[in-house]
C-alpha cells in the first residue's frame, strides 16, 4: 500500500493520492482491512463480491451501500459500496470490447443497421432497475471488465454514442443526467445527498457465489508460496532496517516491488495459474539475491561506523588524560 501511495504521488503529486478504495475481486472482505483503509484517510471503499444471499438481502433492502464500522476501539468508519450486477462490469447486452458479442451502437438513421433508440431504451431499462435498489439518485454504472480497453477507442465510440442520444432525447435528458465519471466524484455526488445509510459491524466472510460454491480454499491453497511470500516480507523489512541503521541508500527494487506485486488477489490467495505462480516465485528469488547483498554491505557499514566511534572514543579519552 506504502508503496503504491508513493508511487502515485510522485508521479501526480498531492492530487493523485486516492480517496477512494477499490477493490472489486479480492473474494470476500475482513472487517480489518476497512479499518486500515479508514486510518489511511480513505473516504469511501467500493467492491464486487460478497456472499450472494447477503446481496440478496441487500438488494431487496436497498442497502448495497452502507456505513461499515470497521473498529470497536478506534471507532473508526468508511462509506462502503457493493455493485449491483453481478459483476464489475456493465449492464447485461452493453460490453464493447472487441472480446464481446454484444451488439454495437449504430446512430446513423439512414443506416439499415440503425438502432440507437433501441439500445438507449434497454440501456435505460437497466437503469430504472438498478434505481429501485439505491436510496440516492446517483448511479454508478461500471462500463468494462477484465482485460478490456487493449482497443479502447471500441469502447469509447459507443459510449460517446449512448450518451449523445439520451442527452439529444429531451424528455430522457430532462430525468436522466448520463455522463463519464470517477469514483471520487461518484462518492462526493453521494455525500452531497446525506442519504441514511445502515450500518455493518462484521466481515464479509466467507464468500459464497452460488449454493455449494464457497471460495474458502484460497486461505490454505499452496501454503508453501504463502510462507515464502511471509518470509520475503520479514527480509524486506530486515533490509530497510539495515539500511536505516547504517545510513545506505542502495535500492532494494526488486524485492520491494515483488512482495507488493505478490499482494494480488490472485498471488497471495494461491489462486493464479501454475505458470504465473513460478513467475511471482522466480521474481521473489531474484529479489532474495539482492536482498543478501544489500545485507552484506549494510552490515559492513555498521561495523565501519562502530569501529570509528571506537576510534573517536579512544582518542576523546587520551585527550583528557
Known amino acids: 500500500m506504502t508503496l503504491g501511495l508513493r508511487t502515485l504521488k510522485k508521479y ?4 493523485g493520492i486516492p480517496r477512494v478504495a477499490w477493490q472489486i475481486d479480492p473474494f470476500g472482505h475482513s472487517r480489518e482491512m476497512a479499518n486500515l483503509l479508514a486510518m489511511m484517510d480513505f473516504e469511501a471503499l467500493f467492491f464486487s463480491r460478497l456472499h450472494f444471499l447477503e446481496k440478496e438481502v441487500r438488494v431487496r433492502n436497498s442497502s448495497l451501500e452502507f456505513v461499515w464500522d470497521s473498529s470497536d476501539d478506534l471507532k473508526t468508519n468508511i462509506i462502503t459500496g457493493a455493485f449491483y450486477w453481478d459483476s464489475y462490469g456493465p449492464p447485461p447486452g452493453f460490453c464493447f470490447d472487441r472480446e464481446c458479442l454484444d451488439e454495437p451502437i449504430m446512430d446513423e438513421a439512414y443506416l439499415e443497421e440503425y438502432n440507437a433508440v433501441q439500445r438507449v431504451d434497454e440501456f435505460i431499462e437497466d437503469v430504472k432497475r438498478q434505481a429501485l435498489h439505491q436510496r440516492t439518485n446517483h448511479l454508478m454504472l461500471l462500463m468494462g471488465g477484465d482485460f478490456q480497453y487493449t482497443a479502447a477507442n471500441q469502447w469509447y465510440t459507443n459510449l460517446d454514442k449512448l450518451i449523445s442520444v439520451v442527452r439529444k432525447n429531451k424528455t430522457l435528458s430532462a430525468k436522466i443526467n448520463i455522463f463519464y465519471s470517477t469514483p471520487s466524484c461518484y462518492l462526493m455526488a453521494l455525500k452531497e445527498t446525506h442519504p441514511r445509510l445502515p450500518r455493518k459491524l462484521d466481515d464479509f466472510f466467507p464468500y459464497a457465489s452460488g449454493d455449494h460454491s464457497y471460495w474458502t480454499g484460497f ?7 504463502k510462507g515464502f511470500i511471509r518470509q520475503s516480507s520479514a527480509l524486506l523489512q530486515l533490509v530497510k532496517q539495515l539500511q536505516a541503521f547504517s545510513m545506505e541508500m542502495t535500492n532494494n527494487r526488486i524485492l520491494r516491488n515483488t512482495v507488493a506485486l505478490v499482494q494480488h488477489h490472485d498471488a497471495v490467495t494461491g489462486t493464479a495459474r501454475e505458470n504465473v505462480t ?5 521474481r521473489l528469488s531474484r529479489g532474495w539475491d539482492e536482498a543478501e547483498v544489500l545485507i552484506v554491505c549494510a552490515i559492513f557499514l555498521l561495523l565501519l561506523l562502530i569501529k570509528l566511534r571506537g576510534m573517536r572514543s579512544n582518542d576523546r579519552q587520551k585527550q583528557f588524560r
Open 278 to 282: 513460478r513467475d511471482y516465485e522466480l
Open 12 to 15: 501526480f503529486g498531492e492530487c
Open 219 to 225: 486461505f490454505t491453497s499452496r501454503p508453501s508460496f
